[in-house]
């Protein structure tokens, strides 16, 4: 009993004397009056959202049971526009129990020149009203220790409640600044020259903090701590700057071991504010233990740095930063540690993020002198030395060796009874917890095991209920319905039982694609119950197949069957009727679903499917067909052209009063007008109906029927032929040329004999007119250049076959018109021009009248072809009589370019023949013109050649001697003038008659008066050219 009583005397004790010296500290009694008064600075600015549009921002309804995180922007003024000047961030939760929280702050970071820092705000009670007044708390930067108010006002002008703009007031005091006005330039100069480091009240507040323990400040300086992330605590309180001040101290140690005999401590100590504003130890560190330095790069200012300790307990949690006020007082607490460290410890720390040689320079220039004391033998004597070269020395504290050695014995006495007590009590706690471990370590097996058997049955049963529900959903793939295998093995495929039969068959390929590999767990595929269900949907899709497929084939050949017995169907006498297949496409989309289906179950099914369709229909086309040629021939009248245009023996008139037979090219345009749209519908039809993958075509009334608007009958086209109508999926895109193949083998069997109808129009067509073959061919190949689809492909082959039709009946009239222009009578003399000749002029006009579309390479051949027979001819005609050659032939040359003239100015290929015979007319005029001239100027050109030859004989005087005498004979006979006239003029009287001589032989010999002025006019002028030329070269010879 009586150690527990000496153990609580000694506790009250102490703690007496901890009270007694609080009390009588004279820091604790330093009266506020001493302090100079601190100044105010007053700031305004606005909270708002940053500049975003309105229109992309929606507003979010606050709770009042939620956390409220923002981040918006500080601008100094209302507007959106105004400049902004930093951002607010915080993290409040607005309910009762966390209105003295931590966490309710409110950070507002200053990014200017002049302003850089933060504050930061306490937000306790945080209430819905228009006017707040909150707390400033602390600081960092230019704001660092800064206490005051902060009033939070809504404006009044707001576009929406969920994003209000604030406008906030502060009123901000400051430690340690003048009484001079808040903002001046002298203020702030003043306050970056003086430095809490020479704060002597600072400097005794924080000896008096430490004071017992033999160490000396060697210097003092005021800092912000806070941190750079959120602590392990979780506090968002931790992050908030807090007022700190750190202090450098030292003490000297007496050692015997070592030769010198003492040995240097310094730490770094750091001290808080207490409540009554007094400083208190916070945390020690021994500088021996500093391992870096680094200035925190985040901070604009510079004035952030963090001190690393290499002997701290747990190096993941960040260290703790510390924020000067000013670069100054960085670089002095930095300089002024780093020198302790290389001067007493011997050793430097690693020093990041900042330059050395820059703070070597600042200290140079910013080096002030302090005081420091020195022990000496003759007692403690002041000296001033230079910062930079400042050594730590310590000053030893005289105590009572006597006093001291009293106070440790009696407080020894007391603390070991104590300690002895709470020895025993702590032995008896040990013995009991161990008994208390040993049962619990028990129990804790005891219940391991227990949870490890109801793991297991857990485990049992979760895997027990999965295997029950994989067990369930494999019977519902196994189960068929009742309702669908009814349908599948004896249902009717009557309509109203189609949808029945469609459910069915997508009942049917969904449970045979479940019960396949990708879609089927491979164990489950491997079971005999699924082998032995997946055979019996087989013996279902082969049962149902083969039903199908037998219903189609005769439910097609009942539809073709009904409507060929039924008359109204077809064309009648005196009725032309477009065939209408819209009521036999309606019943068939009734079944194209099913057909889908078939061919997802079984596409081997389709081909007999189509080939009977393909059957059934080819006879109902080929009927239609058969039937309107048939009354298209009887109803169209028109008379017939002959088909002898240049034959020799026939009138001249014969081939000029043609009657009109463009009936006869509108009644096979009507033909194509019809039939080819219903032949391309047919064919796209059957190729969706049949589901073989093509694009789909084009509708009835664009490309496809040749630019014509449509039936000549009142009927509208109101059939549509996409694919939609069959299934409404239209993705289907893609083609083999399997399917190509198949398609065109099948258009084959459903097409093949209608063309036999086409050739008996063509034909009829020929027979009445043969020249209607050029519009006909025209409309052919207009219609063929408007299939392009793969659908089309028999009805692209139809059209060809009918063109080549069509060209060859063409071709038989040119060969037989260039027969007949060959059977001309060789053997009788033909005088004049020839009778095919203007004949083929009325050929060609008329020719050109029925050109259509692509037809003229085709006229241009048939050209080509006549005029060469034509020329051929007429140069053999010619060669029967060569006297009168070169007249016959230029007289028919003639008449070919004036029957041809206008026509050789709008077609190509007959002005090249133009020409052609123009040349064939000059040569021939040539020619009969120069034999006219010899003929009638023999003698002359005879003197000339003997003269001529004279002149080879004897030499050039001489004969021109010869020619003096010769005409100087009449002067020297006396001949008068008269005579020597009428002398002359006998001579050339014999000239003048041989002109007219062979002009009246020229007239004689042609039979075109119309052309004997030009053929004068040819002849006077090569006979002067004959006569020019023969002076010129006897003038030459002379």
């Not at 109508?725 to 093949?752: F, R, V, Y």
């Not at 006569?1027 to 006897?1034: H, I, K, N, T, Y």
Request: charged content about 25%.
């Amino acid at each position: 009993m009586l150690p527990r009583i000496i153990f609580c005397f000694a506790v009250v004790i102490a703690i007496a004397v901890v009270v007694l010296l609080a009390l009588l500290s004279p820091v604790s009694h330093k009266s506020s009056s001493k302090n100079p008064s601190r100044p105010w600075l007053a700031l305004s600015m606005y909270i708002q959202h940053p500049h975003i549009s309105r229109s992309s921002v929606q507003p979010v309804a606050q709770s009042d049971a939620g956390a409220f995180v923002f981040h918006r922007a500080l601008t100094e003024g209302p507007k959106n526009t105004s400049r902004i000047v930093g951002k607010a961030q915080g993290f409040i939760i607005p309910i009762e129990h966390f209105a003295d929280s931590a966490f309710n702050i409110i950070y507002l970071t200053f990014e200017t020149p002049k302003l850089n820092g933060s504050l930061s705000i306490q937000a306790n009670n945080v209430e819905h009203e228009d006017r707040q007044e909150l707390t400033v708390v602390g600081g960092t930067g230019y704001f660092a220790f800064a206490r005051g108010l902060a009033v939070f006002m809504q404006t009044k002008s707001q576009s929406s409640e969920a994003d209000p703009t604030y406008h906030v007031k502060l009123q901000l005091r400051f430690p340690n600044r003048s009484q001079t006005i808040p903002g001046s330039r002298r203020l702030k100069e003043y306050e970056m020259a003086k430095s809490s480091a020479d704060d002597e009240e600072l400097r005794r507040a924080c000896e008096a903090a430490i004071e017992g323990t033999k160490q000396k400040i060697v210097m003092s300086i005021r800092v912000a701590k806070s941190r750079g992330i959120w602590g392990k605590s979780g506090r968002l309180g931790r992050n908030m700057a807090k007022p700190r001040v750190l202090a450098l101290s030292g003490r000297t140690i007496i050692c015997a071991v070592k030769s010198k005999g003492q040995e240097t401590e310094a730490f770094l100590r750091v001290l808080k504010y207490s409540s009554g504003g007094v400083l208190e130890p916070a945390k020690l560190y021994k500088l021996k233990h500093l391992s870096k330095v680094e200035v925190v790069t985040n901070d604009p200012s510079g004035c952030t740095f963090t001190l690393g300790f290499d002997n701290l307990r747990s190096q993941s949690v960040a260290p703790p930063q510390w924020t000067m006020r000013n670069i100054d007082d960085r670089n002095r607490l930095l300089l002024c540690i780093l020198n302790i460290c290389k001067d007493v410890l011997g050793c430097l720390p690693k020093v990041v993020g900042v330059d050395i040689v820059e703070m070597a320079l600042w200290a140079k220039e910013n080096t002030p002198s302090v005081t420091t004391q020195r022990n000496l033998q003759d007692g403690p004597v002041a000296t001033t030395v230079p910062e930079s070269g400042m050594k730590v020395t310590v000053e030893k504290e005289l105590v009572s060796q006597v006093e001291e050695e009293d106070i440790e014995a009696l407080l020894g006495t007391y603390v070991l009874q104590g300690l002895e007590a709470a020895t025993s009590c702590v032995d008896d706690m040990d013995d009991w917890l161990g008994m208390f471990n040993v049962k619990l370590r028990h129990m804790r097996e005891d219940i391991e095991s227990i949870e490890s058997r109801n793991n297991k049955l857990e485990m049992q049963s979760v895997n027990n209920k999965s295997l029950i529900e994989e067990l369930d959903k494999l019977l519902e793939r196994l189960c068929v319905p009742s309702e669908y295998a009814a349908c599948l093995t004896g249902g009717s495929f009557d309509e109203a039982r189609m949808l029945q039969n469609v459910e069915a068959c997508e009942w049917l390929t969904g449970a045979l694609r479940g019960l396949q590999v990708p879609n089927l767990d491979p164990s489950y595929a491997k079971m005999r119950a699924v082998k032995d269900k997946r055979a019996e949907l087989e013996k279902l899709k082969a049962t149902f197949v083969r039903r199908a497929s037998e219903f189609l084939r005769n439910y097609f050949a009942s539809l073709v069957d009904f409507m060929i017995g039924d008359k109204s169907y077809f064309s009648q006498r005196g009725q032309l009727k477009r065939p209408d297949h819209a009521d036999l496409r309606y019943k068939c989309r009734t079944y194209a679903r099913l057909l889908q289906h078939l061919k997802s179950l079984d596409k081997s099914c389709l081909g007999p499917l189509r080939k009977a369709y393909c059957s059934s229909l080819n006879l109902l086309l080929r009927r239609e067909a058969r039937e309107f040629a048939n009354e298209l021939r009887a109803s169209t009248k028109a008379s017939r052209n002959p088909t002898v245009w240049l034959e020799a023996s026939t009138g001249g008139s014969q081939s000029g009063n043609s009657a009109d037979t463009s009936a006869v090219s509108d009644a096979y345009a009507k033909m194509l007008t019809i039939f080819i749209p219903l032949l391309v519908d047919e064919s796209s039809f059957f190729a969706h109906f049949m589901c073989f993958e093509v694009p789909a075509l084009a509708p009835p009334g664009g490309v496809a029927n040749g630019g014509k608007s449509g039936s000549y009958d009142d009927d509208t086209n109101d059939d549509d032929l996409g694919i939609l109508d069959i299934d409404d999926n239209d993705s289907k895109a893609g083609k083999t040329s399997a399917d190509l193949q198949s398609l065109n083998e099948s258009l084959q069997d459903l097409l093949d004999g209608i063309q036999e109808d086409f050739y008996a129009v063509v034909d009829w067509a020929y027979k009445i007119d043969p020249l209607r073959c050029i519009s006909m061919h025209g409309i052919t190949e207009r219609y063929l250049s408007g299939q392009k689809a793969d659908a089309a492909g028999f009805v692209r082959l139809l059209l060809g076959a009918l063109e080549s039709k069509i060209s060859m009946q063409f071709s038989k009239f040119v060969d037989e018109a260039c027969h007949q222009i060959e059977r001309n009578e060789r053997n009788v003399r033909q005088m004049g021009v020839l009778s095919y000749i203007p004949r083929f002029a009325t050929l060609a006009t008329r020719m050109e009248q029925y050109i259509q579309g692509q037809s003229r390479d085709l006229v241009d051949q048939a050209y080509t072809k006549f005029v060469s027979v034509m020329f051929a001819t007429l140069e053999k005609l010619a060669q029967t009589d060569p006297k009168y050659a070169d007249i016959f032939l230029l007289e028919n040359y003639a008449a070919f370019q004036n029957s041809l003239y206008d026509l050789a100015n709008v077609v190509p290929t007959l002005a090249k023949f133009y020409h052609q015979a123009s040349e064939a007319y000059e040569q021939a005029c040539t020619r009969h013109i120069s034999m006219i001239i010899y003929y009638q100027f023999e003698r002359l050109f005879q003197f000339a050649r003997k003269i001529e030859d004279l002149m080879f004989t004897i030499s050039a005087e001489e004969v021109s001697m010869l020619l003096i005498v010769l005409f100087q004979i009449p002067f020297q006979l006396g001949l008068s003038k008269m005579d020597l006239r009428k002398m002359l003029k006998s001579s050339l009287s014999g000239v003048d008659k041989s002109i007219t001589a062979m002009y009246k032989k020229l007239q004689k010999n042609l039979t075109s008066e119309e052309l004997l002025p030009s053929l004068w006019d040819k002849c006077k002028g090569i006979r002067t050219t004959h006569v020019d030329s023969e002076v010129e070269g006897r003038r030459e010879g002379i």
